[in-house]
């Protein structure tokens, strides 16, 4: 009989108002699930937006010892800062402007997305200056009509690379597109991009392209449309242990989340029936109950949109957040017993891991978004702190 792997504590350390609590485990676990689901494909764990606001570097390390081969941002500035921390392993960059550090770019042998004409030209440029040729991967839009090259553009843009690939200043090494609805795997839009896509990879093999990697699929594709996998899956979300799936639990799909956001009761007193909580008086109390402040608020990236609904659990009880939520805090109306069962100095978890605690996808339903805003907008001011087990 082997041990029983403990799990990482999470928890709020004295003296801290807030914390985002990121368990590394998970995210290595959750890409270790995600490859299950891809067993053919390698897997690119993106983590943009700050790896979805669980910290880029960590959340990238805890990804690679999962198995991810690769990284992905969408600026290239989070690829750079990725290199910085001494990270080696593929990245791709998807989302340039016009004047970006592209040199820099090819100098830390980043992969570049490449979506238009005017980015294979400015690439080019920067690659003469480097003296080094850019790697670029070709980016084709089979229906989202957001970023990529159009279906009409691609020939010329394959013409355009390739010329550019026999003048050594680029190498050609990858293709790739992206869903429109991925997480409604029934929508026949699905297959109309999937043919859209397999058809733009003929056109560039027929012009002479020979891609390293194509790759298609983000967190419900890697999870529900094997057909999409093709070289490489890319997913976000998943990575992160949150479901892309409406009415999906993570567990069902072998995942775990990886933040737990936590606040400290900073006040519980006494408040009498009928009187109004929080600015505008938006709440009113139904009886003597008690409040308990809780010092979260939108400038720590909880949603206004969540007043008088945000769900927070306390000594393992549900409580909802009443009236608006503020720039620093916000209020729970905690019953008329709250007073002989939460003080100041308790533990509120807002969303987390554990059994029965609400998720970030209760607190998605709460201000009408989706799990990927809440967990990413968790502001620069809630410290994140990580636990492992691994060492
Ligand atoms: C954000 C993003 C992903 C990851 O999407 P998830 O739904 O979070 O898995 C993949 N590819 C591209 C191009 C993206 O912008």
């Known amino acids: 009989m082997s041990e029983p792997i403990p799990m990482p504590r999470i928890e ?63 600026q290239i500035t989070e690829a750079l800062a990725l290199r910085a921390a001494g990270i080696q392993a593929p990245v791709l960059s998807w989302l340039t402007v016009p004047g970006d550090r592209f040199q820099q770019a090819i100098q830390q042998n980043i992969d570049l997305g490449v979506s238009a004409g005017w980015a294979l030209t400015e690439i080019a440029a920067a690659a003469r200056e480097a003296g080094t040729p850019a790697r670029v991967q070709l980016k084709v839009d089979t229906g989202l009509n957001r970023n990529g090259c159009t279906l009409d553009d691609w020939p010329q843009l394959i013409e355009d ?85 409406a009415g999906r639990e993570p567990a069902e799909f072998g995942l775990r989340p990886a933040m737990n956001l936590l606040g400290r009761v900073t006040n519980v007193k006494k408040v009498a029936a009928g009187q109004g909580i929080s600015y505008g008086h938006t709440y009113t109390t139904g009886e003597d109950t008690s409040v308990a402040v809780i010092p979260l608020g939108y400038g720590d ?11 927070v659990q306390i ?23 709250g007073l002989d069962k939460i003080e100041a100095g308790d533990t509120a978890v807002l969303f987390g891991s554990a059994a029965g605690q609400p998720s970030a996808q209760d607190w998605a339903d709460a201000a009408g978004t989706i799990n990927y805003e809440i967990v990413t907008r968790v502001a620069a001011r809630v410290p994140r702190l990580y636990v492992s087990d691994q060492r």
């Open 315 to 337: 000594a393992g009880q549900q409580y909802r957040i009443a009236g608006r939520v503020c720039m620093d805090q916000f209020v729970l109306d905690l019953g008329p017993a």
């Open 161 to 245: 690379a390739l010329k550019l690939q026999a003048e050594g200043l680029i190498s050609v090494v990858g293709a790739f597109s992206h869903f429109v609805s991925a997480d409604a795997p029934g929508d026949p839009v699905n297959v109309e991009q999937l043919a859209n896509f397999v058809a733009a990879l003929d056109q560039a093999h027929t012009a002479g392209a020979r891609f390293e990697v194509r790759h298609m699929a983000n967190s419900p594709a890697t999870l529900t449309n094997p057909a999409a996998h093709f070289d490489l899956v890319r997913p976000g979300l998943a990575v992160y242990g949150l479901s892309p799936l």
């Open 12 to 74: 709020l350390p004295p003296g801290l108002p807030s914390a985002a609590v990121i368990d590394l485990d998970a995210i290595a676990d959750n890409v270790r699930a995600l490859r299950s689901h891809a067993p053919k494909a390698q897997l690119m764990a993106v983590v943009k937006a700050d790896a979805y606001g669980h910290g880029l570097v960590p959340s990238a390390r805890a990804a690679l010892a999962g198995g991810a081969a690769w990284l992905g941002t969408a």
């Open 301 to 311: 990236g909880i949603p206004r949109h969540a007043s008088s609904s945000g769900p």
